[in-house]
T-cell receptor, first 114, second 116 residues
Framework: AQSVAQPEDQVNVAEGNPLTVKCTYSVSGNPYLFWYVQYPNRGLQFLLKYITGDNLVKGSYGFEAEFNKSQTSFHLKKPSALVSDSALYFCAVRAPGSNYQLIWGAGTKLIIKP | DTGVSQDPRHKITKRGQNVTFRCDPISEHNRLYWYRQTLGQGPEFLTYFQNEAQLEKSRLLSDRFSAERPKGSFSTLEIQRTEQGDSAMYLC??????????????FGPGTRLTVL
């Protein structure tokens, strides 16, 4: 069965430091991977996706993610965190040839402290 | 692009009542999705439309739930005989047709349902 795991419920980072939000997946075949961010009282916003090609994908707001096939991971990263990055982050996967639904992780709350 | 809109944003109802939510997708998007999200969890897929055709329904979508997209534009999600366990955020998303499964989905702000 397809699944996504975000092993950390919460990640705390000091402003200006690099941040990593972890995501691992289990899917047959080559996956399509997505990161979304959810701010309080706002809808989910797309950050970036990996479909094929370069393992390092760049997205919105200075975020990037690295696809690692051998470790079945797709960790979200940013070189220098901002307080405004504080939000809930979700990783999602879709298997090629599957229907169009996304399988979602439980989310990671990112807290950036000034 | 005016984004995906949902109405109402909040709904409080008594157990046993019926409720209906509306979603207006981004105008050029043919695909429309409904999800349910509870606190501390990621969204759970409910159903998916391509134009007016409902192509997939999750087993989570019991007989009390029904969704329509009659003209391939807006969609409605109805819950009959609501139960307290239906309390959740109901999310709507839409996506383009071209690019298929690689396309990202654009989400509305959600409708928060509270069943008393």
């Amino acid at each position: 069965a397809q699944s996504v795991a975000q092993p950390e419920d919460q990640v705390n980072v000091a402003e200006g430091n690099p941040l990593t939000v972890k995501c691992t997946y289990s899917v047959s075949g080559n996956p399509y991977l997505f990161w979304y961010v959810q701010y309080p009282n706002r809808g989910l916003q797309f950050l970036l996706k990996y479909i094929t090609g370069d393992n390092l994908v760049k997205g919105s707001y200075g975020f990037e993610a690295e696809f690692n096939k051998s470790q079945t991971s797709f960790h979200l990263k940013k070189p220098s965190a901002l307080v405004s990055d504080s939000a809930l982050y979700f990783c999602a996967v879709r298997a090629p040839g599957s229907n169009y639904q996304l399988i979602w992780g439980a989310g990671t709350k990112l807290i950036i402290k000034p | 692009d005016t984004g995906v809109s949902q109405d109402p944003r909040h709904k409080i109802t008594k157990r046993g009542q019926n409720v209906t939510f509306r979603c207006d997708p981004i105008s050029e998007h043919n695909r429309l999705y409904w999800y349910r999200q509870t606190l501390g969890q990621g969204p759970e897929f409910l159903t998916y439309f391509q134009n007016e055709a409902q192509l997939e329904k999750s087993r989570l979508l019991s007989d009390r739930f029904s969704a329509e997209r009659p003209k391939g534009s807006f969609s409605t999600l109805e819950i009959q005989r609501t139960e307290q366990g239906d309390s959740a955020m109901y999310l709507c998303a839409s996506s383009r047709t071209s690019g298929g499964a690689t396309n990202e989905q654009f989400f509305g702000p959600g409708t928060r349902l509270t069943v008393l």
